[in-house]
């Protein structure tokens, strides 16, 4: 092996050093085990005579184990960072500095937490922590799988593994540690990533690994700004590298760029990370992924998964993505002036980057040595130390906790007080960075319990170091303090938990990639082109046309039937009515009184009754005696016993009218099936109902579809309200239609309002190049197979079906809840269409698409909760988008009879998808901007029901003397 600078040079893979010579516990704490790099530099630099021992041990010479101190830091004291020996004033004088009350450490803690959410924003405030995002959007599920390179680019080395992961956590690793020498570090970037290139292929070459394509993972532990998982700009250097022409530049393609140089490999460098990162991602406990990456080693930095929707640098919001805090940098711009002391300032002063990354100054094994040097050099001219005076070493700026007896090796004599006082020292600052990094932490933690929205916040937190217990225990107790409703549990790192980590990336990307490719692909014919829309919205036109005319209406899918309604409301409709209202969720009985607006306008008193499915599937006898005795029971509750008002009734089923007052069924829809009433008159089922009862009178004196009594309803408000939707448990129209087009009744003149029955649109195989195989699935298991098929792209009663119907797909296809079987999916109805309304709205949505799922027995991560919220919204979307289109028509045909250039129409608008669900009226009202331009449509909610509607037509109907269809004015 050439020994040439420029050539990697692999050595063994690093061992563990043995467990420690003596117990101290505290130098060091914040070193890595694994990790020669965070050994501190100083360490290896300055102590050069004698072996160079594990950085944490002292002898047992310095320490005997009985004379170790208390643990610092204990809970409860006010002074919660040091416990300088009470015995020796002039220590604790000298140490008094680094004693953080809890005030101040919850102040800390703001000010962190404060400048993190800063960091989150485009427009950054005075104080913040850089909050880079990583583009890492899921922790590893256990299922990732593949073999991957991985180079680790290290403090003084770099290493490169092959990682086989096979599906459990535990990946075999096979690894070279190269050396990169000084004059790589700090010469020529391209010089550095043709080393690193070399290396890698020296390490295939030697493993005799065939010739296949590599997929790599990179990681690069420098701040860089990220913009996709293989795309990292390196912003400065840190850790002693100083290449030149790589600041600004995109370390991945560098790398990419030094491989192809090499020519001899075939390797892809698909994802690029931070250390901490790798960190996060190479810790699981149990099943439990880390959702924090916590670095304390010869610096400080920290990683977890944030709501993406934070983010505000982010394009999309969808789910959770992993930050780079990079908080050592907090302090910069004087956050923590209050708690600095002079040797702090000493430090930083006399540091490479002077000024910069002033936490990770007061924390990092890079600097706690020196640190401790400063207050020896004090206490030793305070003569606190009984060996007397300094030495030069001990004045000299070499920084780091000495591996040895430190007095010893500075040239001192030291006496046992000297040594406990050395331990003492040594304590305080190694408390310090413990507390101040639970501040830390528990400022993250408490934003992430924040963002998403708990009371309490669990999380596992994979360190990359090895923490010695007295720190871990002073992190994990301090930062409970700090953030009481958080529970952070650090996994223990295992020696490889970094490189798996860079390996497990690159797998769950690769993971999503191909799961999306999958989705997208089952998800795809769910989509609608915006051709698509306009062909949808042509043949509605073409099946109204075909609908009105009399030698084609029995072809059209859609029945076009005439309401002998004629107008809209003119405000002088006045009485008392009584109104009922079947065919949506509830059945309703109404009073309206129907006053002139001076008097009060419209007032109504109604009751909500259940019609039982087995009620509404029955003998049609029973469904109308069922309605008789609400109508009974109401009047009785409002005191009508007696008086015979006259009833407009809402009937939401398609009815062949003669009449105002006369609606022959032709046929069942949504959830009913009454035996015995389809061809009848339901006016008369309901008359016959009432003398079977023999105990009232009823005059019914109209019937209307819902969809007219909302467009009546609506159009008491609003004139121009010439279009009824509905878009609830079905979903239907009506508008008005020049009469002369409107071949089934006779006369020229006027308009009337038609119901359009467009729920049945596509039942003539029109439709069917747009029904997916999860239509037809829902269609066949419905109560009316191969009817109403437009409805059942659209409304709420099918809607939670569809979606169901995919995610059993998803599951199947292993998708989806990693394909574990989920029998409560196979139960029809089980995910109602309000869930989708749940799932999608926006803010907690993936708190409440867990939740939902949670109920239904399925245990869903992040990525189930966010492909389940997406099937959602494309099911959802493609209901609005349909709905839009087919409003389009509508709105086209009235301005295209009436002639007009632009037309300005209201559409009245009811039914329980339209109104709760959060963005289908959206997607509705920019379709039909995007296909009607020349329409300005105004949608106006009905907040009364169409019951009112149906008691204005009644009002017409009785004013005028009979139950003929002329209204007032018009
Ligand atoms: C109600 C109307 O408000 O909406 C009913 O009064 C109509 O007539 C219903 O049928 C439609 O919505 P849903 O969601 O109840 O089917
Ligand atoms: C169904 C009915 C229709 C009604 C619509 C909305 O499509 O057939 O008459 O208007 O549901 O409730």
């Given at each position: 092996?050439?020994?040439?600078?420029?050539?990697?040079?692999?050595?063994?893979?690093?061992?563990?050093?043995?467990?420690?010579?003596?117990?101290?516990?505290?130098?060091?704490?914040?070193?890595?085990?694994?990790?020669?790099?965070?050994?501190?530099?100083?360490?290896?630099?300055?102590?050069?005579?004698?072996?160079?021992?594990?950085?944490?041990?002292?002898?047992?010479?310095?320490?005997?184990?009985?004379?170790?101190?208390?643990?610092?830091?204990?809970?409860?004291?006010?002074?919660?960072?040091?416990?300088?020996?009470?015995?020796?004033?002039?220590?604790?004088?000298?140490?008094?500095?680094?004693?953080?009350?809890?005030?101040?450490?919850?102040?800390?803690?703001?000010?962190?937490?404060?400048?993190?959410?800063?960091?989150?924003?485009?427009?950054?405030?005075?104080?913040?922590?850089?909050?880079?995002?990583?583009?890492?959007?899921?922790?590893?599920?256990?299922?990732?799988?593949?073999?991957?390179?991985v180079l680790e680019l290290r403090?003084?080395?770099l290493r490169?593994l092959?990682?086989?992961?096979?599906?459990?956590?535990?990946?075999?690793?096979?690894?070279?540690?190269?050396?990169?020498?000084?004059?790589?570090?700090?010469?020529?970037?391209?010089?550095?990533?043709?080393?690193?290139?070399?290396?890698?292929?020296?390490?295939?070459?030697?493993?005799?690994?065939?010739?296949?394509?590599?997929?790599l993972g990179f990681c690069f532990p420098f701040?860089?700004?990220?913009?996709?998982?293989?795309?990292?700009?390196?912003?400065?250097?840190?850790?002693?590298?100083?290449?030149?022409?790589?600041?600004?530049?995109?370390?991945?393609?560098?790398?990419?760029?030094?491989?192809?140089?090499?020519?001899?490999?075939?390797?892809?460098?698909?994802v690029v990370v931070n250390d901490t990162v790798a960190t996060?991602m190479g810790?699981?406990?149990?099943?439990?992924?880390?959702?924090?990456?916590?670095?304390?080693?010869?610096?400080?930095?920290?990683?977890?998964?944030?709501?993406?929707?934070?983010?505000?640098?982010?394009?999309?919001?969808?789910?959770?993505?992993?930050?780079?805090?990079?908080?050592?940098?907090?302090?910069?711009?004087?956050?923590?002036?209050?708690?600095?002391?002079?040797?702090?300032?000493?430090?930083?002063?006399?540091?490479?980057?002077?000024?910069?990354?002033?936490?990770?100054?007061?924390?990092?094994?890079?600097?706690?040595?020196?640190?401790?040097?400063?207050?020896?050099?004090?206490?030793?001219?305070?003569?606190?130390?009984?060996?007397?005076?300094?030495?030069?070493?001990?004045?000299?700026?070499?920084?780091?906790?000495?591996?040895?007896?430190?007095?010893?090796?500075?040239?001192?004599?030291?006496?046992?007080?000297?040594?406990?006082?050395?331990?003492?020292?040594?304590?305080?600052?190694?408390?310090?960075?413990?507390?101040?990094?639970?501040?830390?932490?528990?400022?993250?933690?408490?934003?992430?319990?924040?963002?998403?929205?708990?009371?309490?916040?669990?999380?596992?937190?994979?360190?990359?170091?090895?923490?010695?217990?007295?720190?871990?225990?002073?992190?994990?107790?301090?930062?409970?303090?700090?953030?009481?409703?958080?529970?952070?549990?650090?996994?223990?790192?295992?020696?490889?938990?970094r490189a798996?980590g860079v390996a497990?990336v690159?797998?769950?990307?690769?993971?999503?990639?191909?799961?999306?490719?999958?989705?997208?692909?089952?998800?795809?014919?769910?989509?609608?082109?915006?051709?698509?829309?306009?062909?949808?919205?042509?043949?509605?036109?073409?099946?109204?046309?075909?609908?009105?005319?009399?030698?084609?209406?029995?072809?059209?899918?859609?029945?076009?039937?005439?309401?002998?309604?004629?107008?809209?409301?003119?405000?002088?409709?006045?009485?008392?009515?009584?109104?009922?209202?079947?065919?949506?969720?509830?059945?309703?009985?109404?009073?309206?009184?129907?006053?002139?607006?001076?008097?009060?306008?419209?007032?109504?008193?109604?009751?909500?009754?259940?019609?039982?499915?087995?009620?509404?599937?029955?003998?049609?006898?029973?469904?109308?005696?069922?309605?008789?005795?609400?109508?009974?029971?109401?009047?009785?509750?409002?005191?009508?016993?007696?008086?015979?008002?006259?009833?407009?009734?809402?009937?939401?089923?398609?009815?062949?009218?003669?009449?105002?007052?006369?609606?022959?069924?032709?046929?069942?829809?949504?959830?009913?099936?009454?035996?015995?009433?389809?061809?009848?008159?339901?006016?008369?089922?309901?008359?016959?109902?009432?003398?079977?009862?023999?105990?009232?009178?009823?005059?019914?004196?109209?019937?209307?579809?819902?969809?007219?009594?909302?467009?009546?309803?609506?159009?008491?408000?609003?004139?121009?309200?010439?279009?009824?939707?509905?878009?609830?448990?079905?979903?239907?129209?009506?508008?008005?239609?020049?009469?002369?087009?409107?071949?089934?009744?006779?006369?020229?003149?006027?308009?009337?309002?038609?119901?359009?029955?467009?729920?049945?649109?596509?039942?003539?195989?029109?439709?069917?190049?747009?029904?997916?195989?999860?239509?037809?699935?829902?269609?066949?298991?419905?109560?009316?197979?191969?009817?109403?098929?437009?409805?059942?792209?659209?409304?709420?009663?099918?809607?939670?079906?569809?979606?169901?119907?995919?995610?059993?797909?998803?599951?199947?296809?292993?998708?989806?809840?990693?394909?574990?079987?989920?029998?409560?999916?196979?139960?029809?109805?089980?995910?109602?269409?309000?869930?989708?309304?749940?799932?999608?709205?926006?803010?907690?949505?993936?708190?409440?698409?867990?939740?939902?799922?949670?109920?239904?027995?399925?245990?869903?991560?992040?990525?189930?909760?966010?492909?389940?919220?997406?099937?959602?919204?494309?099911?959802?979307?493609?209901?609005?988008?349909?709905?839009?289109?087919?409003?389009?028509?509508?709105?086209?045909?009235?301005?295209?009879?009436?002639?007009?250039?632009?037309?300005?129409?209201?559409?009245?608008?009811?039914?329980?998808?339209?109104?709760?669900?959060?963005?289908?009226?959206?997607?509705?009202?920019?379709?039909?901007?995007?296909?009607?331009?020349?329409?300005?449509?105004?949608?106006?909610?009905?907040?009364?029901?169409?019951?009112?509607?149906?008691?204005?037509?009644?009002?017409?109907?009785?004013?005028?003397?009979?139950?003929?269809?002329?209204?007032?004015?018009?």
């Open positions: 092996m050439s020994s040439r600078q420029d050539e990697p040079v692999p050595q063994e893979p690093h061992k563990e050093a043995g467990s420690p010579a003596c117990p101290a516990q505290w130098v060091g704490a914040a070193g890595t085990a694994q990790d020669p790099q965070s050994r501190s530099r100083h360490v290896t630099e300055v102590v050069s005579t004698g072996p160079v021992r594990h950085p944490r041990t002292l002898p047992a010479t310095c320490l005997g184990p009985a004379r170790l101190p208390q643990p610092v830091g204990a809970p409860g004291g006010s002074q919660l960072c040091s416990l300088p020996d009470p015995r020796c004033p002039q220590v604790q004088r000298v140490l008094q500095p680094l004693s953080l009350s809890l005030q101040q450490l919850s102040r800390v803690q703001h000010h962190m937490l404060a400048a993190m959410e800063a960091g989150l924003r485009l427009r950054k405030g005075a104080h913040t922590v850089p909050m880079l995002p990583t583009y890492v959007r899921s922790t590893p599920d256990g299922t990732e799988r593949g073999s991957f390179l403090e003084r080395d490169v092959r990682a086989e992961l096979g599906g459990s956590q535990e990946a075999q690793l096979k690894d070279r540690i190269f050396a990169v020498p000084q004059d790589l570090r700090e010469g020529k970037g391209e010089k550095l990533f043709d080393f690193m290139a070399k290396s890698l292929c020296q390490f295939l070459d030697d493993l005799h690994i065939p010739a296949t394509s590599h997929q701040t860089c700004i990220t913009t996709g998982l293989e795309t990292s700009k390196l912003q400065s250097w840190s850790k002693g590298y100083s290449c030149s022409g790589v600041v600004g530049r995109d370390v991945g393609q560098l790398l990419q760029a030094a491989i192809q140089r090499q020519a001899s490999h075939d390797i892809n460098v698909m996060m810790c699981r406990l149990g099943t439990k992924p880390c959702e924090v990456g916590l670095i304390v080693g010869a610096g400080t930095n920290s990683c977890f998964m944030e709501e993406a929707r934070y983010v505000e640098s982010l394009d999309d919001n969808e789910g959770r993505m992993c930050v780079n805090t990079e908080w050592g940098t907090f302090g910069d711009t004087g956050a923590m002036a209050d708690i600095l002391t002079t040797y702090d300032e000493h430090v930083d002063a006399g540091s490479l980057n002077k000024g910069k990354h002033r936490f990770e100054k007061l924390i990092g094994s890079l600097y706690l040595g020196e640190i401790a040097r400063l207050l020896l050099v004090q206490l030793a001219q305070d003569k606190a130390l009984h060996a007397g005076g300094t030495t030069p070493q001990l004045r000299t700026q070499v920084g780091a906790v000495p591996p040895q007896c430190l007095l010893q090796k500075l040239g001192l004599q030291p006496s046992d007080p000297d040594c406990f006082t050395v331990q003492q020292v040594c304590l305080a600052v190694v408390t310090r960075a413990a507390c101040l990094c639970a501040t830390s932490l528990a400022a993250m933690l408490t934003h992430m319990r924040k963002n998403r929205e708990l009371p309490q916040l669990d999380v596992c937190v994979g360190p990359a170091a090895f923490f010695r217990p007295r720190f871990r225990q002073t992190l994990l107790e301090m930062t409970k303090k700090l953030a009481p409703e958080c529970t952070a549990t650090l996994v223990s790192a295992v020696d490889d938990s798996q497990v690159a797998a769950v990307a690769l993971r999503l990639e191909a799961q999306r490719r999958e989705v997208d692909q089952l998800l795809q014919p769910l989509r609608l082109a915006p051709r698509a829309r306009q062909q949808v919205q042509a043949l509605l036109q073409c099946e109204m046309e075909r609908g009105l005319r009399q030698e084609t209406h029995a072809q059209a899918s859609t029945r076009m039937l005439p309401t002998y309604v004629r107008a809209t409301p003119d405000g002088s409709e006045r009485g008392d009515f009584l109104a009922l209202d079947l065919g949506g969720t509830n059945f309703r009985v109404l009073l309206v009184k129907l006053r002139s607006r001076e008097a009060g306008g419209i007032c109504m008193v109604s009751e909500i009754y259940s019609i039982p499915p087995e009620v509404a599937q029955g003998p049609g006898s029973q469904l109308f005696d069922h309605i008789v005795e609400c109508i009974v029971d109401f009047q009785t509750k409002q005191g009508l016993w007696g008086r015979t008002l006259p009833l407009g009734f809402t009937f939401s089923f398609p009815c062949q009218q003669k009449s105002l007052d006369q609606g022959i069924l032709l046929n069942w829809t949504k959830g009913f099936t009454a035996s015995g009433c389809e061809g009848k008159d339901v006016v008369e089922l309901l008359r016959e109902a009432v003398r079977r009862k023999n105990q009232f009178d009823l005059d019914v004196v109209a019937i209307v579809n819902d969809t007219v009594g909302t467009m009546m309803s609506c159009g008491y408000d609003d004139p121009n309200c010439e279009v009824g939707l509905i878009v609830g448990t079905g979903t239907n129209a009506c508008y008005m239609e020049e009469l002369r087009n409107v071949e089934a009744v006779p006369g020229a003149e006027g308009r009337m309002c038609i119901n359009m029955e467009w729920g049945a649109f596509g039942d003539n195989g029109c439709l069917d190049e747009f029904f997916t195989h999860f239509d037809a699935q829902v269609d066949r298991v419905s109560l009316n197979p191969g009817k109403q098929r437009f409805e059942k792209l659209i409304s709420g009663m099918y809607l939670g079906e569809i979606v169901r119907m995919v995610l059993v797909e998803l599951v199947e296809k292993e998708l989806l809840f990693q394909g574990r079987p989920c029998p409560a999916l196979q139960t029809p109805g089980i995910f109602p269409t309000k869930f989708l309304s749940t799932i999608e709205s926006d803010g907690l949505a993936l708190r409440q698409a867990s939740a939902v799922l949670q109920n239904l027995g399925l245990a869903a991560s992040v990525e189930d909760a966010l492909l389940v919220r997406k099937v959602c919204q494309v099911v959802s979307l493609r209901a609005g988008q349909l709905c839009g289109a087919a409003l389009a028509a509508v709105a086209e045909k009235i301005r295209d009879n009436r002639g007009l250039a632009q037309l300005a129409v209201t559409v009245g608008v009811d039914g329980t998808l339209y109104k709760l669900h959060p963005h289908f009226s959206q997607h509705v009202q920019q379709t039909v901007k995007e296909l009607a331009p020349r329409c300005t449509v105004t949608f106006l909610q009905s907040e009364d029901g169409s019951g009112k509607g149906a008691a204005l037509v009644a009002a017409v109907a009785c004013r005028i003397g009979a139950h003929v269809c002329h209204l007032p004015g018009h």
